[in-house]
């Protein structure tokens, strides 16, 4: 059964009703709070909690003494934003979803991110800690705000090498991918606008859309013709997120001539870019796929990326890459970001400067190519036919489709119940596409327990497959 909105949703919805039919114009002043409780029979806390609802939109502004006034038309949202019970209805599918995909106690995850602790350099970076200890023992009393100037050196160097050219100016670190995001979609969006991500979404890149207050919406990717020309200038979103990885994954990675066309194409109808670029070093082939930024020859493009995937969580330091957005970036990170740990931004500068680092590169990227090719197999053994699984060239992310009718969070019930869990395709993709699909990591050896999770959920599988079409 389908729970009933809040009652102050409901009276914000009606309130933009009134906005879209003329009742109220840009300047005019609404009914006073008094009014509005009397007129629909609400409390004083509800009508204030809609009112308030309507003023982070954009829609409404208080004014000192004189009450709420409609906005001007210049600041007004310039499309109409789904009704605020729509958006309810869809926050709680978004609760649900991450519920189901959040990792358990007791369960064994096949599909969340973080590597084998000996896929990790740790013994390097334990060496650099004790280093920096001997070296500066109140180290772990001070921090940078923007990371110092030595690791930003370091990450400067290695954009370098992908194509992506930023001085250490153009550079601001920060605790990781989430923060990142946080800063660059605080810069060019307000709350209420669109957003368009590329689908399937970085499941990070949607929960902090939804934390902001902004309206996530898919960006149609890879392009096919005029058609996304066509969709920016309906859609106008104020900007976009792509995660070339993740896209690659599901979809086949994009060529070079189509990178530097959706660039431009970006650019004409003044859509600023957020490039999420968490695996771009971990490619499996002779060298990995160009990003975005390095086609971007007039600073269109925030390039953000992390070593979460390289050195784990405990070392997982965000960058941030803009010129033209820097002096702002650095100004939100002053305001609102943690300092970087002295010891933490000392420990990853020598461990990026020495020898040890391209060493564990290459390694990793030689146990990930293996451990995918066996995830792989493993995948087209036991699944049902008609599963489709990609990898990609970049990362270690599987994105299974299994065929159609099939439901990734039944068959998630069914695996937590014997002890496994993987993430839903429904977490991607704000709209439900993905509701057949399914991401594996492999982010382990498929060792016996492995092997054996992918075999219980591919029988499980198969069984649903013959309940929805009988042979």
Known sequence: MTSRPPLYLVLADALIQSLHAGRYRPGDRLPSVRELCRTHGL?????????????????????????????????????RPPPMTSA?????????????????????????????????????LRREVAACLRAEPDALASGFVFGSQALREQFAARLDRRGVRASTEDLVLTQGDGESLQLCLGLLARPG?????????????LEVVAALDLQPVELPLPPAGDALAAWLARE?????????????????????????????????????????????????????????????????????????????????LGCVASGRHRLRLRAAR?????LIPLLTDRALAGFLAGPAFEAHLRRLRSCLRQQVAAWTHAVRLHFPPGTRVSAGDTGYVLWVELPAGLDTLALL???????????????????????????????HPLDAARAAGLQHIGAAARGMLSRVSPA
């Open 88 to 124: 309810l209805q869809l926050e709680e599918r978004r609760q649900r979803l991450l519920a189901l995909a959040a990792s358990r106690e007791g369960l064994l995850s096949l599909g969340h991110l973080a590597l084998a602790p000996a896929l990790l350099p740790l013994a390097a």
């Open 334 to 338: 002053t305001v609102h970001g943690e």
């Open 43 to 79: 409390s004083l806390a509800t009508v204030t909690h809609a009112l308030h609802r309507l003023e982070d939109a954009g829609w409404i502004e208080a004014r000192p003494r004189r009450g709420f006034f409609v906005r001007a038309a210049p600041d007004a949202p310039t499309r």
């Open 193 to 205: 606008e669109r957003v368009a991500v590329a689908s399937p979404g970085s499941l990070r890149v």
């Open 413 to 443: 019930a069914q695996a937590q119940a014997d002890g496994y869990g993987f993430v839903p395709g429904a977490v991607f993709s704000p709209s439900g596409r993905f509701d057949h699909c399914l991401r594996l990591t492999a982010a």
């Open 236 to 316: 106008r979103p104020a900007a976009c997120v792509i995660d070339l990885g993740l896209l690659a994954t599901a979809a086949g990675p994009m060529d070079d001539a189509d990178k530097q066309a959706l660039v431009t194409l970006l650019k004409a109808h003044g859509v600023a870019i957020i490039e999420f670029d968490m695996m771009g070093e971990l490619h499996r082939g002779a060298e990995g796929g160009r990003p975005l930024k390095s086609f971007d020859a007039t600073d269109e493009v925030i390039y953000c990326t992390s070593l979460a995937c390289i050195t784990g969580p405990g070392f997982s």
